[in-house]
Nanobody
Framework: QVQLAESGGGLVQAGGSLKLSCAAS????????MGWFRQAPGKEREFVAA????????NYADSVKGRFTISRDNAKNMVYLQLNSLSPEDTAVYYC????????????????WGQGTQVTVSS
């Protein structure tokens, strides 16, 4: 069973950047499609980005398209989310998640989750 752990969150000013990392432990990471989700206080968890097993296919929520970039390094068992041009609306706990085979946008489709990392953007 693969386990996930996010890092890289923090406090940043509007317009700034952060890079989130998700480290996978255990065997079989390359068989998992990976996604990033976020949850703001009082809101439902929402899709941010997803990437296929080999990294050749990527998908983004409209709200982050052109600002965030998802990537993965299967040799290092890592998934990344580069966050640029941040705004206060991006403030949330960010989670990485994995599911076997093809990536999806629905959180319920994912089998494994990390504990989350807080991103706070000040105006």
């Amino acid at each position: 069973q693969v386990q996930l752990a996010e890092s890289g969150g923090g406090l940043v000013q509007a317009g700034g950047s952060l890079k989130l990392s998700c480290a996978a432990s255990g065997r079989g990471f390359s068989t998992y499609a990976m996604g990033w989700f976020r949850q703001a206080p009082g809101k439902e968890r929402e899709f941010v980005a997803a990437i296929s097993l080999g990294g050749g296919w990527k998908n983004y929520a409209d709200s982050v398209k052109g600002r965030f970039t998802i990537s993965r390094d299967n040799a290092k068992n890592m998934v990344y989310l580069q966050l640029n041009s941040l705004s206060p609306e991006d403030t949330a706990v960010y989670y990485c998640a994995g599911r076997l085979t093809a990536p999806r946008q629905a959180p319920a489709a994912y089998d494994i989750w990390g504990q989350g990392t807080q991103v706070t953007v000040s105006s």
